[in-house]
Structure formats: structure tokens, C-alpha cells
């Protein structure tokens, strides 16, 4: 009987033995788990801003963004796909200097007379200009003192620079073939 009661109390001892044996191994493949989680992650980063780099000596960087100019015609939404598709968006200017940057940037990289979509539109309320994220927009540069711009109604619901406006911005179909720049945000 006590023999029995021997080899219960050994058998016990081991199982409680290689529990703790077992919890420290899983305790220690979770921390490499992890480090091997945190090291994807900052390769990860690391790629995004090498390619933002590679984006960036491409083409300009303006106040703390990169502009990269496409100057292949298409429809605002086709453009805007491309961009997204890259990991940026449409240009859409916030101040007044970004605007003349960006204008100077389209006249050199794309040409003196050309007008290129802006990240802009007023799809769901007409006269409601919202950037692509939703927001209201707040600069604007409407050309004002020839053809009062946005004259275009239901039928011109995206927003165009024009570079033989001096960078002024006019009302377009989304439907028209335009050139593009994409910005893209530098942390």
C-alpha cells in the first residue's frame, strides 16, 4: 500500500515537473512569437518608406508630402484608382503655396498647358466640394475673374489645375481624360 502510494506521489511530482517544464517552453516560443511579429512589422515599415523614397526621387517633394506626376490621360476616377493602387491619393493643394508648388511641378514634369485632376469633387451635393477622404475642402482656387468658376453644374463634378490658368482650378466632367499627380504623405 505504501508502495502505491509511493508511485502516485512520484508519478504526481513528474506530470507537475513537466508542466512547468512545458509552461516555460510555451512562455518562451510566445516571446519569440512576438519578436518575430514586431520584426515583420518594422520590415514592413521599413519597405513602405523605402518605397515612398523611391516615389519621392521620382519625382518632388512639397511640404512634407511627395507629388509624383502621371502624365497619362485618364478619367478622374480611373486616375484616382492608380493613385490609390500606388498608396497615395490625388493632389489636392491646402494652401495657396502648395497650390503654386504644385502648378510649378505640373509645368515642369508634365508640360505648360495641361490640366491635371485634383483630388476634389462635388459627386454627392452639387456645390459641396469634398476632398477624397470626405472633408469639406477648405483652400479653394476657383478661377473667378473670367468664367466664375465652378460654372459647371450637375455636369462638371470634378475639379481640374490648370496650368494656362496660372494653377487656377476649374470645374470638370469626371468623364474627360485629364493628367494626374499623385501625392503621397511623408511622415
Known amino acids: 500500500m505504501a508502495f502505491c502510494l509511493l ?20 512562455s518562451a ?6 519578436q518575430i511579429n514586431d520584426i515583420v512589422q518594422e520590415l514592413n515599415l521599413l519597405k513602405e518608406q523605402q518605397a515612398l523614397q523611391t516615389v519621392c526621387l521620382r519625382g ?16 478622374f476616377h480611373s486616375a484616382s484608382e492608380d493613385c490609390i493602387a500606388k498608396g497615395g491619393s490625388l493632389s489636392t493643394p491646402l494652401t495657396w503655396e502648395e497650390n503654386e508648388q504644385l502648378h510649378n511641378y505640373v509645368r515642369q514634369s508634365i508640360g505648360p498647358e495641361e490640366h491635371i485632376w485634383l483630388g476634389i ?14 472633408s469639406n475642402v477648405r483652400f479653394k482656387n476657383w478661377e473667378t475673374e473670367i468664367t466664375l468658376q465652378p460654372d459647371g453644374g450637375h455636369s462638371q463634378n470634378c475639379a481640374v489645375l490648370s496650368t494656362t490658368a496660372k494653377g487656377k482650378w476649374f470645374d470638370e466632367s469626371c468623364r474627360a481624360e485629364k493628367a494626374s499627380v499623385c501625392e503621397f504623405n511623408i511622415v
Do not use: Y
Open 7 to 26: 508511485l502516485m506521489v512520484h508519478s504526481s511530482l513528474q506530470q507537475t515537473s513537466s508542466k512547468k517544464k512545458n509552461n516555460k517552453r510555451d
Open 29 to 34: 516560443v510566445e516571446e519569440l512569437q512576438k
Open 60 to 75: 518632388t517633394k512639397v511640404l512634407g508630402k511627395c507629388f509624383l506626376a502621371d502624365p497619362v490621360k485618364k478619367t
Open 121 to 134: 469633387n462635388d459627386m454627392i451635393t452639387d456645390g459641396q466640394w469634398v476632398d477624397q477622404s470626405g
